[in-house]
């Protein structure tokens, strides 16, 4: 059955690191691909999509490519921020009005 | 507009008693989920409305556990005799018309079962 694998965390990173947060995915047909982000205390909330093969998401600094070749939809920052810190989600979508989520990749950003 | 509300926030109860929960979606949005988030954990899928269609409940982890969604808005899980596995924080999220799109989540009522 379609499913998604996200790297173990937690990540603990210093200020401005380079952050990658793997993710790949097993589906049949043409999913969507989604990253959400959970800030402490905070629901869900939508940081970036993407719905095809080599479309780029990208909303606040982040970014992940739509990978067919890989199954692949990781995430990426160039520059960390401590605001940053949260628990990372990334979901795919195959239809049937239902999503699955990855089990979560929790992120510590240190001062 | 408003977001997706959930309440109670927080919900402390004893082993074996029942509890509710109440969901508010979006104003519109036609499909409602309901997700657990243990501590630690990912989201695990528990049930999803869509529109006037019968409810996907496959992933009730028991019969205890119930949901119902009154005139395609507010939703109610409702869990029976509680256990303290069932200690979790569980969230609810709404979508607009299709199933690609963003799901909007409310901020999740705590559930602790003494």
């Known amino acids: 059955g379609d499913s998604v694998t996200q790297m173990e965390g937690p990540v603990t990173l210093s200020e401005e690191a380079f952050l990658t947060i793997n993710c790949t995915y097993t589906?049949?047909?043409?999913?969507?691909l989604f990253w959400y982000v959970q800030y402490p205390g905070e629901g869900l909330q939508l940081l970036l999509k993407?719905?095809?093969?080599?479309d780029k998401g990208s909303n606040k600094g982040f970014e992940a490519t739509y990978r067919k070749e890989t199954t692949s939809f990781h995430l990426e920052k160039g520059s960390v921020q401590v605001s940053d810190s949260a628990v990372y989600f990334c979901?795919?979508?195959?239809?049937?009005?239902?999503?699955?989520f990855g089990a979560g990749t929790r992120l510590f950003v240190k001062a | 507009g408003a977001g997706v509300s959930q309440s109670p926030s927080n919900k402390v109860t004893e082993k074996g008693k029942d509890v509710e929960l109440r969901c508010d979606p979006i104003?519109?949005?036609?499909?409602l989920y309901w997700y657990r988030q243990s501590l630690g954990q990912g989201l695990e899928f528990l049930i999803y409305?869509?529109?006037?269609?019968?409810?996907?409940k496959s992933g009730l982890p028991s019969d205890r556990f119930s949901a119902e969604r009154t005139g395609g808005s507010v939703s109610t899980l409702t869990i029976q005799r509680t256990q303290q596995e069932d200690s979790a924080v569980y969230l609810c999220?709404?979508?607009?018309?299709?199933?690609?799109?963003?799901?909007?989540f409310g901020p999740g009522t705590r559930l602790t079962v003494l």
């Open positions: 589906a049949t047909g043409y999913p969507s």
């Open positions: 979901a795919l979508y195959t239809g049937g009005f239902k999503t699955i």
């Open positions: 409305f869509q529109g006037n269609s019968a409810p996907d």
């Open positions: 104003s519109g949005h036609t499909a």
């Open positions: 999220a709404s979508i607009g018309t299709s199933g690609r799109d963003t799901q909007y």
């Open positions: 993407a719905t095809k093969a080599d």
